[in-house]
């Protein structure tokens, strides 16, 4: 027997061992079909006040499809809810908000050209004498932004303000009607650091309040640390429920993947990196990143860390050319031109952004375009490009980077976001870069894609390129980097390397001066 | 900086007090009219060009001002724009429509100005001194007559309407009721906007639905050329008369060739324009009396008297 | 480290990917024919349709233009206006020449308006482009500029091409190559080398990237200011040729000359499949929309059904249901 499967039953909660305190909402085998496709099946569940329970499995396991149902988005199939030991239907999403169910949505959903208070009351406007009751919106949104620890202003248009404070912003708008039970979607996927921590500690005051909090992560740790259940959906069924506490994250890899996992980063390279690839020197992006000057070498991953807002992404938009940006970069000791993102490109630095849906790839259009985009020059030995040329590197490509699909012919917005990442990142390789910059590697993506894409990384540096890997989750830069650069309000604030590679030393250069700028005692 | 701004407004603004001082004494004839947007319009403003120039060559103490425009709308403020600063004599007018123009006229009217309105006239019609138009009807029935004649009373005829207007329902109307009684058939009445590519389409539409047709009427000389390019093109033989309207020069030359097609015209001369300002200007020079309405005839224009109603020179 | 070997076979793309939006505006073009037939019999004979579709090549030829610019992203509100002023500066020149040249003034005003199209629209993407002005706006601006240009230039009135060319020139408009009118052959010709560069080249990749996600394009490397400036130089050039094509027809430009067509080839572009929010352009389906909106008025005539009054009214319907039925068979 694998350790899976001992795990899997040995470490469940007997449901019946606690009858004592009373589920609030109770979903009784419910399944969900779309025609002949089963997303959801048998789904027995019980949501207690007071307690976080945390739903996890890969993508595609059933978790959204599930949300949905609990938030009236769809209808089950099959089997039924209770709300108070009461059968209730919801048909529209109107009436679970009535029954008390509040979602945070996973994407931000906020108009950006109206204030945060119509943000709020969008839809559900107060009314008084038949005009819209402004001030008394402006005083409750005052309120329910502070009980949240929110400071921006009711009066401030949402365009204008952090994304964290977005996520907020949106968790009040969820909030403000009285609830009961509040189903939070992946809500720190667009956050880092002390937001995350901010949110976190939101969350936990609800539990303390008395409400039911249903929680949905890929971040493992997180769910680690909140959540007093957690619940295994693998392909549409319910592995089982376990109590948070006992579960490592490995456990919990394990249980979603359902097949016993290696570590979940490739073994570090152990001889020492080659020489200089890429110097960049006094870089400065106007409004986001100062004076900043780095190396990385051959066959080297280098971590960014820093918060959100930190300027990461911006600084690397510098170098390829994609923001106005002062400074040097030279790439084995060549000087590039970063005026324009061409030149960049055509040097050999390759960029994936964090925004892959946005920035990334054209979600409408077919792989082979979306592929060949960047490095469509080598696709047209005349005049006319070769559309068996573009074929033939889409199926390397798909063969290369274990990129599931079902025909050559899906759109690129059909795939996984796992997959869509491993096609981004073919993309990007197929110009051929010596220097490759990966912003959030691993931004909503499941484990296992996860695994497979730290491997290609790894696989990189081993044929000599340099990477560079932009993430919040130190985790993952701990876990994969040779050596992380942490950076701070636009300006550079130190490296850790070897031993001193802890979460503790990158979060101190990450949010205060209280560490010394420089180097926390890396050994090198 | 604040100061020196105020400084040289004031002094631009005492300029333009004197420059209407100087003004003063001589009588203001403001002439507004649609801007030139196609060929009849540039008949128009060329005639009041031509008309103002010369009478403020001959009569040193008129001043006739010439102001296009090129919407209703835009017409109206001109009108404010003209009568604001000063006192105008006399007001030529040519309305955009009669609606709109109707009571920012009749301001002008209550500031002591005479009122000379053209062509399409105000719904009240006591704000004007003087009234000059054409006579649509007349188009129409003339070149009706002229058709009954030389068909001998029967035939197929198609007919091509204009942008959907008091003008073009007159012409039509008085077309319509002349061949009343006749044997000639209209075969069919469509919109071309006074639009010669609209009126080759749809000529070309015309002899693809109908074998057998033996004159068109397009009443206006734009289509009339768009009428033209389709018969030629098709090389049918069985359309006899191809007749326009408005004396378009290029219309009245072939009625002078003796072009067998279009061997007549009728005129609704954009000179006519001319004749009012003559006629406004005229009474402030003058006193000679012309109050009234004023019908100018649409006689039908043929080879014998076609030279006079050439202006080889008019845009139009 | 396990990585799971995909087993299932993937299906191979099809070479020809064919959906609605790609026929859509042919079977729509062949239902309005056969409607068009039962109507009046007459609709279908050779003379009618070669009409029909010859008067629709100026808008089919500006509206591949379109394609490329609204497939960018982009939008050319004063294709009318410079179809107009083109044909005037041709005409004066050619006129101009004519006592010297003789008949080759012909060809050499074809080149002179050759040119001053690609500088229009040029023009036109520079303001769009280097000065970050929404095409909308922009256009709008030129096409008042061309518009009164053209005006100045004919006093408001016409300019006619010298009565000496003019019959040399004529079979542009009026001549047959085997039987099929030159502007079919012409307008098939840029429709030909269109689709040409817009799927068979780099460029047209690039412009279906910029037009689908400006970002995702400026992320891949591509200059966003030059791939929208050339698709508005390509519509000036396409108004060119269709202002070379129009002087023979009615041998005058006038202030009048190309009004509204700006609409008309928006709207054939749109019936032609491309989005308006930019995307993949679909330059023979802008061919077939151009068809339809002038097949519609030529049914319009040709049927006895609505009064004169209404034709406009119906027209519009047609293109609405036209496209709804785009809309909802998605």
């Not at chain 1, 390397?497 to 700028?517: C, I, K, Q, Y």
């Not at chain 2, 196609?38 to 009041?48: D, E, F, L, P, S």
């Not at chain 3, 542009?172 to 799927?199: E, H, N, R």
């Not at chain 3, 802008?286 to 034709?311: C, K, Q, W």
Request: hydrophobic share 45%; with cysteine; proline share 4%.
């Amino acid at each position: 027997m694998s350790s899976v499967l001992r795990m899997e039953r040995e470490g469940e909660i007997d449901m019946a061992a606690e009858p004592l305190r009373h589920s609030i909402l109770r979903a009784e085998g419910v399944s969900k079909q779309y025609g002949s496709v089963t997303v959801l099946s048998d789904v027995t569940l019980d949501i207690l006040p007071g307690e976080i329970h945390a739903i996890i499995g890969e993508n595609g396991a059933g978790k959204s499809t599930f949300m949905r149902l609990l938030s009236g988005y769809i209808e089950p199939t099959a089997g039924t809810l209770a709300l108070n030991g009461e059968h209730v239907r919801f048909a529209k999403p109107e009436q679970a908000q009535d029954a008390g169910i509040a979602l945070v949505h996973q994407e931000i959903l906020l108009a950006e050209a109206l204030t945060v208070a119509e943000n709020l009351f969008l839809g559900r406007e107060l009314m008084r004498n038949g005009v819209v009751d402004d001030r008394t919106m402006l005083r409750l949104a005052t309120e329910k932004l502070a009980e949240l620890g929110c400071l921006v202003s009711p009066n401030a248009l949402v365009r204008n303000i952090a994304l964290a404070d977005r996520q907020l912003v949106q968790i009040a708008r969820a909030l403000l009607d009285d609830y009961r039970i509040v189903i939070f979607d992946e809500p720190t996927a667009v956050l880092a650091g002390d937001e995350v921590e901010r949110l976190l500690a939101i969350i936990l005051q609800l539990k303390k309040q008395g409400a039911a909090v249903l929680y949905i992560s890929h971040r493992l740790d997180e769910v680690q640390r909140l959540a007093d259940k957690v619940t295994v959906l693998r392909d549409g069924k319910k592995i089982g429920t376990y109590p948070g506490r006992t579960l490592t994250q490995m456990d919990m890899a394990r249980l979603m993947v359902g097949r016993d996992l290696a570590a979940l980063y490739p073994e570090k390279r152990t001889k020492a990196a080659g020489e200089a690839m890429l110097t960049v020197r006094d870089l400065s992006v106007p409004g986001f990143a100062k004076n900043v000057s780095f190396q990385v070498h051959k066959s080297e991953i280098l971590g960014f860390a820093g918060m959100i807002g930190a300027g990461r992404t911006e600084l690397f938009e510098g170098i390829m050319g994609l923001r106005p940006a002062t400074g040097t970069i030279e790439l084995e000791g060549k000087p590039i031109n970063i005026r324009s993102p061409r030149a960049v490109l055509d040097a050999g630095i390759g960029y994936l952004t964090e925004d892959r849906k946005g920035k990334g790839l054209l979600l409408h259009e077919r792989l082979a375009p979306n592929l060949t985009l960047s490095a469509l020059a080598r696709f047209h030995p005349g005049i006319f490009l070769r559309r068996s040329r573009e074929q033939d590197a889409l199926r390397a490509a798909v063969e290369q980077y274990d990129i599931r699909l079902k025909s050559f012919g899906v759109k690129a917005g059909q795939l996984s976001g796992g997959n869509q990442q491993k096609l981004l990142l073919a993309k990007v390789l197929l110009i051929t870069p010596s220097v490759v910059v990966i912003d959030e590697p691993t931004r909503g993506i499941d484990i296992a894609n996860k695994a497979q894409i730290y491997a290609f990384i790894q696989g990189l540096v081993a044929e000599g390129k340099a990477c560079i890997v932009i993430s919040s989750e130190m985790q993952e830069l701990i876990g994969l980097c040779d050596r992380i650069l942490v950076m701070r309000q636009g300006r550079l604030r130190g490296e850790v390397s070897g031993e001193a590679m802890t979460e503790h030393n990158v979060a101190l250069l990450a949010t205060s001066d209280a560490a010394a700028d420089g180097n926390v005692g890396g050994t090198k | 900086m604040y100061t020196t701004k105020w400084i040289a407004a004031a002094a631009v603004g005492a300029l333009l007090i004197a420059g209407q001082a100087l003004a003063a004494d001589k009588k203001v004839v403001a002439v507004s009219i649609p801007a030139a947007d196609h060929g009849w319009t540039a008949g128009i403003v060329y005639h009041a060009q031509a008309a103002a120039k010369e009478i403020n060559a001959a009569f040193p103490n008129v001043e006739v001002i010439v102001k296009t425009s090129p919407s209703a709308s835009a017409q109206v403020s001109a009108l404010e724009d003209l009568s604001a600063g000063r006192k105008l004599d006399a007001l030529v007018i040519l309305p955009y429509t009669s609606e709109e123009l109707t009571t920012p006229v009749k301001a002008v009217k209550d500031a002591g100005t005479f009122i000379t309105v053209v062509d399409r006239g105000l719904n009240d019609s006591s704000i004007q001194d003087l009234y000059l138009a054409g006579d649509n009807i007349a188009v129409g029935r003339n070149t009706a007559k002229f058709l009954i004649d030389r068909l001998e009373g029967k035939g197929n005829l198609v007919v091509l309407r204009g942008i959907p207007t008091v003008i073009d329902d007159e012409r039509i109307k008085g077309f319509q009721d002349a061949i009343q009684g006749t044997d000639l058939k209209v075969l069919d009445i469509q919109y071309a906007n006074w639009n010669s590519d609209e009126a080759f389409k749809l000529m070309q539409d015309y002899l693809a639905k109908y074998p057998q047709i033996d004159a068109v009427w397009a009443n206006d000389d734009d289509m009339l050329l768009g009428v033209l390019e389709a018969v030629k093109q098709s090389g049918r033989k069985d359309i006899k008369l191809a007749l326009g309207g408005n004396g378009m020069k290029d219309i009245v030359k072939k009625v002078i060739d003796g072009d067998a097609m279009t061997p007549v015209e009728t005129p609704y001369p954009p000179a006519m324009i001319k004749t009012a300002i003559y006629m406004t200007v005229a009474n402030i020079v003058g006193q000679a009396p012309v109050r009234g309405t004023v019908k100018l005839d649409a006689p039908l224009i043929t080879q014998e008297n076609a030279k006079e109603y050439y202006f080889p020179d008019s845009p139009f | 480290m396990t990585i799971m070997a995909s087993s299932t076979a993937i299906r191979p793309e099809r070479e020809w990917n064919i959906g609605w939006t790609d026929v859509g505006p042919f079977v729509a073009l062949i239902v309005l024919m056969l409607i068009g037939f039962l109507i009046n019999p007459d609709f279908l004979s050779a003379t009618n349709l070669a009409n029909v579709i010859t008067r629709s090549a100026f808008i089919a030829i500006i509206a591949v233009g379109a394609t490329f610019v609204i497939s960018s992203g982009g939008l050319d509100l004063s294709v009318g206006s410079m179809a107009a002023f083109i044909t005037g500066i041709t005409i004066l020149f050619m006129n101009r020449m004519a006592a010297e040249w003789g008949m080759m003034a012909i060809p050499a005003g074809m080149m002179v308006a050759i040119v001053v199209g690609f500088l229009c629209g040029l023009m036109n993407g520079l303001i769009v482009t280097i000065g970050r002005i929404e095409p909308f706006i922009a256009t709008l601006g030129t096409m008042g500029i061309f518009r009164a240009l053209i005006t100045y230039m004919s006093d408001g009135g016409s300019i006619p091409i010298d009565r000496s060319l003019r019959d040399a020139y004529r079979p542009v408009y009026f001549g047959t190559l085997a039987g099929i009118p030159l502007p079919i052959i012409i307008s098939v010709a840029v429709a030909a080398v269109a689709s040409f560069i817009l799927y068979k080249m780099k460029y047209g990749r690039k412009c279906a990237a910029v037009g689908a996600n400006e970002d995702v394009a400026r992320y891949s490397g591509i200059s966003i200011i030059k791939t929208r400036t050339i698709a508005y130089a390509i519509q000036g050039t396409c108004v060119a040729v269709a202002a070379i094509c129009y002087v023979p027809r009615l041998g005058a430009a006038t202030p009048t000359t190309g009004v509204l067509w700006e609409l008309q080839v928006i709207t054939a572009v749109v019936i032609g499949g491309t989005a308006l929010r930019g995307g993949k352009g679909h330059v023979w389906g802008t061919v077939a929309g151009a068809v339809i909106l002038e097949l519609i008025a030529n049914l319009m005539v040709l049927s006895d059904f609505v009064s004169e009054y209404l034709v406009a009214g119906v027209q519009g319907v047609i293109i609405i249901i036209a496209m709804l039925i785009q809309r909802f068979s998605k």
